[in-house]
């Protein structure tokens, strides 16, 4: 779920005394621990004077190592080197399945440990979870920031992805709690990127922030205006970066050196890492030279711009359509675009800057260097947090990522929240009861953009209970929505005649993975014309069933007096046929036949309403029947 990052002022009740907080950058391939002094971000470097901790852990036998170190045992000792442990954070054995592939070490069976659903992996120093692993990286950076900003450290903001679910982001939560430090906020990485341009220099506008990290790809289309971030949209695609890039080139290499038997987890390996470093060069040069020297695989070969053109266009493509569809998600064209942001290692690729500028038709800001830019916005956004910046009225919206909504007759989806909404947010629409004497409502909560619950995610359900009954149409029911800064959904619903209310708190995303819910919106856009059919079909069935309640109720009250036997027979005669073709699939027809019995009742409702206007106290009026209301289950 998209979290709402809000400064807000009266938090800054100890502003006169600096307090320590960091920025974390927690990246997939690497990791920087940033802060605010004298009014200077700074990222901090290890011992070495190197900034960029890459997040790769390797388990020893008595010692476990992290960063440069670590990545040293990553050829040697495989099994028991952790590396991109982030894509694994909050993720369940069923996600993991498909990604393992790239990876060489290995998660332990979930049967043997049936216990706990929380995937683990095998190492020396036990099967340990993605949340532990992640632990170990965010101590190696509070211990650089104690180090060289001495104890008191207030706490930090820790970056993760925009497409992060709430099981994502609790995982990284509880990354942090293992590492004793205290999260004042996670911000989404492109938020912070801008939140680093932003305040840099006062950029207004429309901005888009490409982020194309180690493993992860990101785009968000942002609004700043007067120092207020709102994010338009956000899209991405969780499992596609440089790893991806390093993963074909290893696979160019193979082929050409025409390599079998390369399945150890070691070859693995090795021909990635060799991989990335030719693909790194080639940001600086036009051709490098690889030289492959494990076991039983010798090769040296060249490898040019062109040919790394060639194996990576697809892959950049794909991050073009994330950002066509943001564009489309956040209702603007790529001439309201003032600036573009580049984030990642990944951006430094030409092809990927060359590709992006003839997206967007505009030179992307590389101004600040793309691996330090989100650990940047994070030192800057713990600085407001902890108080340093009294002033500072820093508000950064974010959006919903599905539409949120509610069940109503025909098992159709009225939506409520549409996606991409801007977070807080309230939102209520009114219903109305189905039928006379209901005294109880079920609410079905959904998540989705489809039309059809059968096609939406189900959240929560409650009921509305002991309203008094009235007749159909007459209750109004009032059903609000509203999500709070943290993407907290609370529905409620209120009988607003009699005052009788219900309420429920749900969690609008927990347990989605990025992956469902890009499904889920690729699957409403699919089916949007099918979708619409099944509406209006539906729609039609279910005022066929409601001119029919109504006939019914009515009769039994005056259809005897009012009605001639002949009369009576003809309206029964259409009612039957409308009962007949009711479940069938054309909704034309269902539709000319309702109007045949409107019709044919035509002079019964007249006289109805004639008879009502003297006896007007027998509590049924003629909003009881063939009335011109969409639909018995809602009014707006
Ligand atoms: P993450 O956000 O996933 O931690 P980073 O932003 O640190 O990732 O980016 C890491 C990726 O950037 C790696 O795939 C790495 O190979 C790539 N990268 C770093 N430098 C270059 C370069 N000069 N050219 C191309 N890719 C690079
Ligand atoms: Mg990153």
């Not at 190592?65 to 952790?82: C, E, M, R, Y």
């Not at 995610?457 to 149409?473: D, K, M, T």
């Not at 949007?528 to 009769?555: G, I, K, N």
């Amino acid at each position: 779920m998209a979290l709402i990052q809000i400064a807000e002022p009266g938090e800054s009740t100890t502003a006169h005394q600096h307090k320590l907080a960091v920025g974390i950058d927690l990246g997939t391939t690497n990791s920087l621990v940033a802060t605010v002094r004298s009014g200077d971000v700074k990222t901090l470097p290890d011992a070495d004077g190197r900034h960029l901790l890459p997040s790769v852990v390797h388990y020893a036998e008595n010692e476990v190592h992290v960063g440069v170190t670590a990545q040293q045992f990553s050829v040697k000792d495989p099994l028991n080197t952790i590396i991109s442990v982030k894509r694994f954070m909050g993720r369940g054995i069923d996600d993991i399945a498909v990604e393992d592939a790239h990876y060489s070490y290995k998660f332990t069976n979930p049967a043997s440990n049936a216990d706990s659903v929380v995937p683990r992996i095998k190492t020396r120093a036990g099967d340990l979870s993605a949340v532990e692993i992640s632990a170990q990286i965010l101590k190696t950076l509070k211990q650089r920031a104690v180090e060289t900003l001495g104890d008191d450290l207030t706490g930090a903001v820790i970056t993760v992805p925009a497409y992060f679910d709430d099981a994502q982001r609790q995982a990284t939560k509880d990354a942090a709690r293992l590492a004793d430090i205290n999260v004042l906020r996670l911000l989404n990485e492109p938020t912070a990127a801008a939140v680093a341009y932003g305040l840099d220099s006062g950029n207004e506008g429309v901005i888009a922030v490409f982020d194309l990290g180690g493993g992860t790809f990101d785009v968000s289309i942002l609004r700043l205006h007067k120092g207020v971030f709102e994010v338009l949209a956000t899209g991405g695609d969780s499992a596609l970066g440089g790893d991806d890039f390093d993963y074909e080139i290893s696979r160019w290499i193979i082929a050409q050196a025409k390599f079998r038997d390369v399945d150890s987890p070691e070859i693995k390996r090795y021909l990635m890492q060799q991989a990335r470093s030719a693909k790194e060069a080639l940001a600086e040069q036009d051709i490098v030279d690889i030289k492959i020297d494990i076991e039983h695989c010798q090769w040296t070969g060249t490898l040019n711009r062109d040919t790394l053109k060639l194996l990576l266009t697809p892959l950049v493509k794909k991050t073009l359509l994330s950002c066509r569809r943001a564009l489309r998600d956040a209702e603007v064209e790529k001439k309201d675009i003032n600036e573009v942001i580049m984030v990642g290692g990944s951006t430094r690729t030409l092809l990927v800057r060359e590709m992006v500028a003839d997206f967007f038709e505009r030179e992307p800001l590389t101004s600040i260097d793309p691996d330090k830019v989100v650990a940047t916005g994070a030192a800057l956004q713990a600085d407001v947090l902890v108080g340093n910046k009294p002033d500072d009225e820093m508000l950064l919206l974010d959006v919903i990522p599905l539409s949120l909504g509610i069940e109503t007759m025909g098992g159709l989806v009225e939506k409520i929240i549409h996606r991409n909404t801007a977070i807080p947010v309230a939102k209520a629409q009114d219903f109305t009861t189905y039928k006379d004497g209901q005294t109880a409502m079920a609410v079905h909560v959904l998540q989705g953009d489809r039309e059809l619950v059968s096609d939406s995610r189900s959240l929560a359900r409650f009921e509305l209970r002991g309203f008094p009954p009235q007749v159909a149409g007459a209750a109004r029911i009032r059903v609000t929505f509203q999500v709070d800064a943290d993407g907290l959904l609370i529905v409620s619903a209120c009988e607003e005649n009699s005052g009788v209310e219900a309420s429920i708190d749900v969690k609008p995303s927990y347990g989605l993975s990025d992956t469902e819910i890009e499904r889920m919106l690729r699957e409403s856009m699919e089916h949007a014309e099918d979708d619409m059919h099944s509406r209006s079909l539906r729609e039609q069935q279910v005022e066929a069933e409601r001119v029919l309640q109504a006939l019914d109720a009515a009769m039994v009250v005056d259809g005897d007096q009012l009605l001639s036997v002949v009369e009576k027979a003809e309206i029964m005669q259409v009612r039957q046929r409308l009962i007949d073709i009711k479940a069938d699939s054309d909704k034309e027809i269902i539709k000319q036949t309702i109007k045949q019995l409107e019709d044919t009742c035509e002079d019964y409702v007249a006289r109805r309403m004639n008879s009502n206007i003297k006896t007007a106290m027998q509590g049924h009026s003629i909003e009881e029947y063939a009335t011109d209301k969409k639909s018995a289950a809602e009014e707006s």
